[in-house]
């Protein structure tokens, strides 16, 4: 399977990497219909990733002063490649967020399902989920939801960087998704050109004082934060706007076939890894 892939950030870079030979990773900075026609023709893959996006530096809070990049970045552009990919018979896989969801659903279990309307309050998410709305409707695109992404790979854009950097945290539960089983998922949705909305979280759900805690236990044992409410974030000036916090239901994607691992199973390797790579870092 070639895999031809647009956006080179750190998702983009990290499914490029594991997927190896079958994947091609674009220079293409999609602007135009052309401009994705002309590198589908160049490349002639069998499917399409689209893992580029605005989210913003350091935050997604730049985006709400940046209203109109980030809606070229996550709502236009994708809508541009979805047009070149059905002209030229191309499935496409475009990464979405479950940020689109704020607070529980109205479901017995609170959780949301992949049918369900998003609610989406900041700049970042109304752009996430204005995409989705389109591309959802449309045969041949399959839509990858994933939230907080947790890496054994260092890196600025992973979970367990993140809130092991900020002085002050809140400890809510979410669902997450740990990398190596969403680059595992990404790959088999492409190979099955599986089209409609999935949600790509590990079964369960994780609080970030457990984040904090396996840290605590396997990186750095002095590690310590200050925890604070959710709705201390804007009041002490940590965040423009609140922050969307939720469960996600994955049935579409167990229902193809696609089973991740148990999120407490896999955030325990997952953190047994990082901390082997901060180690291998160190001894440089």
Same mark, same amino acid.
């Given at each position: &399977?070639?895999?031809l892939i647009f956006g080179k950030g750190y998702m983009g870079r990290r499914c490029a990497e594991a997927w190896g030979d079958e994947a091609i990773l674009s220079d293409v900075y999609v602007e135009t219909k052309a401009d994705a026609l002309n590198e589908i023709n160049r490349v002639q893959p069998d499917v399409v990733f689209n893992a580029a996006g605005v989210?913003?530096?350091p935050n997604v809070d730049w985006c709400e002063d940046h209203q109109i990049e980030t809606m070229r970045g996550n709502t236009v552009m994708p809508?541009?490649?979805a047009d070149a990919c059905a002209e030229t018979g &191309?499935?496409?896989?475009?990464?979405?967020s479950g940020c689109i969801f704020y607070g529980d659903s109205a479901h017995e279990d609170c959780a949301w399902r992949e049918e369900d309307f998003g609610n989406p309050s900041a700049t970042y998410s109304r752009s996430k989920w204005a995409a989705d709305l389109v591309l959802s409707t449309l045969p041949n695109i399959g839509v990858a939801r994933i939230r907080m992404p947790i890496d054994w790979k260092p890196a600025p854009g992973n979970l367990i960087n993140k809130v092991a950097n900020y002085p002050k945290v809140i400890d809510v539960e979410n669902s997450v998704t740990i990398v190596d089983d969403m680059i595992d998922a990404f790959y088999q949705l492409l190979q099955k050109q599986a089209a409609?909305?999935?949600h790509v979280t590990n079964p369960g759900a994780m609080r970030h004082r457990e984040l904090i805690e396996l840290y605590q236990e396997l990186v750095d044992s002095e590690h310590s934060c200050e925890w604070i409410h959710n709705d201390e974030l804007v009041g002490q000036g940590l965040a423009v706007k609140g922050r969307?916090?939720?469960?996600?239901d994955s049935s579409n994607l167990i229902a193809i076939g696609i089973v991740m691992r148990p999120v407490g199973e896999a955030l325990r390797d997952t953190m047994e890894k990082f901390a082997a790579a901060m180690q291998d870092e160190a001894n440089k």
């Amino acid at each position: &399977m070639k895999i031809l892939i647009f956006g080179k950030g750190y998702m983009g870079r990290r499914c490029a990497e594991a997927w190896g030979d079958e994947a091609i990773l674009s220079d293409v900075y999609v602007e135009t219909k052309a401009d994705a026609l002309n590198e589908i023709n160049r490349v002639q893959p069998d499917v399409v990733f689209n893992a580029a996006g605005v989210k913003g530096v350091p935050n997604v809070d730049w985006c709400e002063d940046h209203q109109i990049e980030t809606m070229r970045g996550n709502t236009v552009m994708p809508l541009v490649l979805a047009d070149a990919c059905a002209e030229t018979g &191309m499935y496409m896989l475009h990464m979405g967020s479950g940020c689109i969801f704020y607070g529980d659903s109205a479901h017995e279990d609170c959780a949301w399902r992949e049918e369900d309307f998003g609610n989406p309050s900041a700049t970042y998410s109304r752009s996430k989920w204005a995409a989705d709305l389109v591309l959802s409707t449309l045969p041949n695109i399959g839509v990858a939801r994933i939230r907080m992404p947790i890496d054994w790979k260092p890196a600025p854009g992973n979970l367990i960087n993140k809130v092991a950097n900020y002085p002050k945290v809140i400890d809510v539960e979410n669902s997450v998704t740990i990398v190596d089983d969403m680059i595992d998922a990404f790959y088999q949705l492409l190979q099955k050109q599986a089209a409609g909305v999935f949600h790509v979280t590990n079964p369960g759900a994780m609080r970030h004082r457990e984040l904090i805690e396996l840290y605590q236990e396997l990186v750095d044992s002095e590690h310590s934060c200050e925890w604070i409410h959710n709705d201390e974030l804007v009041g002490q000036g940590l965040a423009v706007k609140g922050r969307s916090n939720n469960l996600l239901d994955s049935s579409n994607l167990i229902a193809i076939g696609i089973v991740m691992r148990p999120v407490g199973e896999a955030l325990r390797d997952t953190m047994e890894k990082f901390a082997a790579a901060m180690q291998d870092e160190a001894n440089k």
